[in-house]
């Protein structure tokens, strides 16, 4: 089967149509954990330097499609992919691909903080260094850099050696982030990255997200509806493994073309 | 009726906890009040004459056999471990591979030292050496560092592993900065409680390195050394004078239980300090 992939593509934003340039494209996209199928048929193109939410019910298939976007599905036996997914233009599981290049480009923030038990400054040095940078004065500007990108600089300037397990929960997280920031990629995968978090810190990531938005393509996988219409300006709604409706979040929110859209939106279930 | 049996299955366990606890209490005791009154400098650092003496050589060919054994099972059983848990793909074969580590560890101890006899003393010609005593004790630890590495590595939460592969790290990379370090303290720990036990095996060493008597020190790894535990056994059963041999014996048998509880005790307060360290 021959896939091509749309050079350009245009998408309604407000009711007026919008040429983006395609930063992610997925093609007949299926995926499979052992004999178990987790995604069908997806066709999705994700607008470049857009938050893109993915939303839909638990066990919908929206993690296990946003991990094959680096392929840290991968990381787990068994599973097996068919279909195609480029990032700009470049087939990601062509053979010889370079998944350590392809995890620098697309960065990914958790569900659940994960800082090492090192200090801030290691955390945030750990990507660099593992990236063949040496210099400790380029180490060090990158750290202020990403933790000031991610709005933290300011609260642990003065304790970069604090071990980052001593942080609160939301700091935690905008630590991965910064993490996630200081390999300097270009697109940043979050997976309910505020979804452990109390609504104070959960704003203030919210915030955080709409800021990236100039330098990344974010698609963020969140549970919480609010959430998805705050931060995004489109949403993938996925139901049972497969991609029911990809809208403007405000259309998809309001004027729904799919009934299980609408139900699922109007909380009528899930 | 239902309380008069909760109360007797309670006392029950109780006693029988108790039993336990008082059979090591009056073992260690016995060896302590017996063994104390021998155990001196000189005992410590003089060579045997007969059933009397001291018991220098026993132990510095002790720690040679224990510290070959750490040096050739550690890496070997660290690997291993890494291998399994970390790159092996989960199925029948790793499984199978496991269950014959398991096995392994369940092997009589004379069993190995036959096996060393064979392979390490007479088919390689290491002669019997520490080298081949060494090798013997290693083989025999060997399953239990793999399990307890196992465990260790396995105790090191996933998330940490995803993170750094989500910023680029190679799986090697991984494991070297950011599991490692965190199950290290771990696979030290079993390792050395594995080792401990195995510091006091008679059995692997006694076909493959133990000298009946020797009171010069060895001058390399292909020498014959005394070792405490083989030591304990020649005082204990070829001297026909017990009268003077006996005290030996315990004394002994002491220094070789300080010598293990040292070993354990060293595991458990690196294993508290890692694990106060260590939070997530």
Same mark, same amino acid.
């Given at each position: 089967?021959v896939i *091509?992939?749309?050079?350009?593509?245009t998408i309604?934003?407000?009711?007026?149509?919008?040429e983006?340039?395609?930063?992610?494209?997925?093609?007949?996209?299926?995926?499979?954990?052992?004999?178990?199928?987790?995604?069908f048929?997806? !066709?999705?193109?994700?607008p470049? !330097?857009?938050?893109?939410?993915?939303?839909g019910?638990?066990?919908?298939?929206k993690?296990?499609f946003?991990?094959?976007?680096n392929?840290?599905?991968?990381?787990?036996?068994?599973?097996?992919?068919?279909?195609?997914?480029?990032i700009? !233009?470049?087939?990601?599981?062509?053979?010889?691909?370079?998944?350590?290049?392809?995890?620098?480009?697309?960065?990914?923030?958790?569900?659940?903080s994960?800082?090492?038990p090192?200090?801030i400054?290691?955390?945030?040095?750990?990507?660099?260094?593992?990236h063949?940078?040496?210099?400790?004065a380029?180490?060090?500007?990158?750290?202020e850099?990403?933790?000031k990108?991610?709005?933290?600089?300011?609260?642990?300037?003065d304790r970069?050696h604090?071990?980052?397990l001593?942080?609160?929960?939301?700091?935690?997280q905008r630590?991965c982030?910064?993490?996630?920031?200081?390999?300097?990629?270009e697109?940043?995968l979050m997976?309910?990255?505020a979804?452990?978090?109390?609504p104070?810190? *959960?704003?203030?990531i919210e915030?955080?997200i709409?800021?990236?938005?100039?330098d990344?393509?974010?698609?963020?996988v *969140?549970h919480?509806?609010?959430?998805?219409?705050?931060?995004?300006?489109?949403?993938?709604?996925?139901?049972?493994?497969?991609?029911?409706?990809?809208?403007?979040?405000?259309?998809?929110?309001?004027?729904?073309?799919?009934?299980q859209t609408?139900?699922?939106? *109007?909380?009528?279930?899930? | 009726?239902?309380s008069?049996?909760?109360?007797?299955?309670?006392?029950a366990l109780?006693?029988?906890?108790?039993?336990?606890?008082?059979?090591?209490?009056?073992?260690?005791?016995?060896i302590?009040?017996?063994?104390?009154?021998?155990?001196?400098?000189?005992f410590l650092?003089?060579?045997?004459?007969?059933?009397?003496?001291g018991?220098?050589?026993?132990?510095?060919g002790?720690?040679?056999?224990?510290?070959g054994?750490?040096?050739?099972?550690?890496p070997?059983?660290?690997?291993?471990?890494?291998?399994?848990?970390?790159?092996a793909?989960?199925?029948?074969l790793?499984? %199978?591979?496991?269950?014959?580590?398991?096995t392994?560890?369940g092997?009589?101890?004379?069993?190995?030292g036959?096996f060393?006899?064979?392979?390490?003393?007479?088919?390689?010609?290491?002669?019997?050496?520490?080298?081949?005593?060494?090798? %013997?004790?290693?083989?025999?630890?060997?399953?239990t560092?793999?399990?307890?590495?196992?465990?260790?590595l396995?105790?090191?939460p996933?998330?940490?592993?995803?993170a750094?592969?989500a910023?680029?790290?190679?799986?090697w990379?991984?494991?070297?900065?950011?599991?490692?370090?965190?199950?290290?303290?771990?696979?030290?720990t079993?390792?050395?409680?594995?080792?401990?036990?195995?510091?006091?095996?008679?059995?692997?060493?006694?076909?493959?390195v133990?000298?009946?008597s020797?009171?010069?020190?060895p001058?390399s790894v292909?020498?014959?050394?005394?070792?405490?535990?083989?030591?304990l056994?020649v005082?204990?059963?070829?001297?026909?004078?017990?009268?003077?041999?006996?005290?030996?014996?315990?004394?002994?048998?002491?220094v070789l239980?300080?010598?293990?509880?040292g070993?354990?005790?060293?595991?458990?307060?690196?294993r508290?300090?890692?694990?106060?360290?260590?939070?997530?």
């Amino acid at each position: 089967m021959v896939i *091509t992939m749309p050079a350009a593509f245009t998408i309604e934003r407000h009711g007026d149509p919008v040429e983006f340039k395609p930063k992610v494209v997925a093609r007949h996209l299926s995926f499979y954990y052992g004999a178990v199928q987790a995604l069908f048929d997806i !066709n999705l193109t994700i607008p470049e !330097n857009q938050v893109t939410a993915l939303i839909g019910p638990s066990g919908c298939g929206k993690s296990t499609f946003l991990r094959t976007l680096n392929r840290m599905n991968d990381t787990i036996d068994g599973t097996r992919l068919e279909g195609k997914i480029t990032i700009d !233009n470049q087939d990601i599981y062509k053979n010889g691909t370079d998944v350590v290049t392809l995890r620098k480009r697309v960065g990914m923030v958790f569900q659940k903080s994960n800082p090492f038990p090192k200090s801030i400054f290691e955390n945030i040095a750990y990507g660099p260094k593992i990236h063949g940078i040496r210099n400790k004065a380029v180490l060090e500007e990158l750290v202020e850099q990403s933790l000031k990108r991610a709005g933290l600089w300011e609260e642990v300037k003065d304790r970069l050696h604090l071990n980052a397990l001593d942080l609160s929960g939301g700091q935690q997280q905008r630590l991965c982030i910064a993490r996630a920031l200081a390999v300097d990629p270009e697109i940043l995968l979050m997976d309910e990255p505020a979804s452990a978090l109390d609504p104070r810190a *959960t704003a203030r990531i919210e915030d955080l997200i709409s800021e990236l938005r100039s330098d990344y393509t974010i698609v963020i996988v *969140t549970h919480n509806m609010q959430q998805a219409a705050r931060v995004s300006q489109y949403t993938a709604f996925f139901m049972e493994g497969r991609l029911v409706e990809f809208d403007d979040t405000e259309k998809l929110f309001t004027k729904p073309k799919e009934k299980q859209t609408e139900d699922y939106v *109007t909380g009528r279930f899930g | 009726m239902s309380s008069l049996s909760e109360r007797s299955a309670l006392l029950a366990l109780r006693l029988i906890t108790y039993l336990v606890v008082c059979t090591v209490g009056f073992i260690v005791f016995d060896i302590v009040i017996k063994g104390i009154g021998v155990v001196n400098w000189s005992f410590l650092t003089t060579n045997p004459q007969g059933a009397a003496g001291g018991i220098f050589p026993a132990i510095v060919g002790t720690l040679y056999l224990v510290f070959g054994a750490i040096v050739v099972a550690l890496p070997l059983g660290m690997a291993s471990a890494i291998y399994l848990t970390e790159y092996a793909k989960q199925g029948r074969l790793t499984n %199978t591979i496991r269950l014959a580590i398991v096995t392994l560890a369940g092997v009589p101890s004379i069993v190995f030292g036959l096996f060393g006899l064979g392979l390490f003393v007479l088919f390689f010609g290491f002669g019997t050496s520490i080298l081949s005593g060494s090798l %013997t004790l290693a083989c025999m630890v060997l399953p239990t560092i793999i399990v307890s590495s196992e465990e260790a590595l396995r105790a090191v939460p996933l998330a940490l592993r995803d993170a750094s592969l989500a910023l680029g790290a190679t799986k090697w990379e991984t494991i070297r900065k950011s599991v490692l370090p965190y199950a290290i303290p771990g696979m030290m720990t079993g390792s050395i409680l594995g080792i401990g036990r195995a510091a006091g095996e008679t059995a692997p060493i006694l076909l493959t390195v133990a000298a009946f008597s020797l009171p010069q020190l060895p001058r390399s790894v292909y020498d014959q050394v005394m070792a405490l535990p083989y030591h304990l056994y020649v005082l204990a059963t070829q001297f026909p004078n017990q009268d003077e041999a006996r005290p030996t014996a315990y004394g002994t048998a002491l220094v070789l239980l300080l010598l293990v509880l040292g070993l354990n005790t060293g595991a458990i307060v690196l294993r508290s300090h890692f694990r106060r360290r260590n939070k997530w």
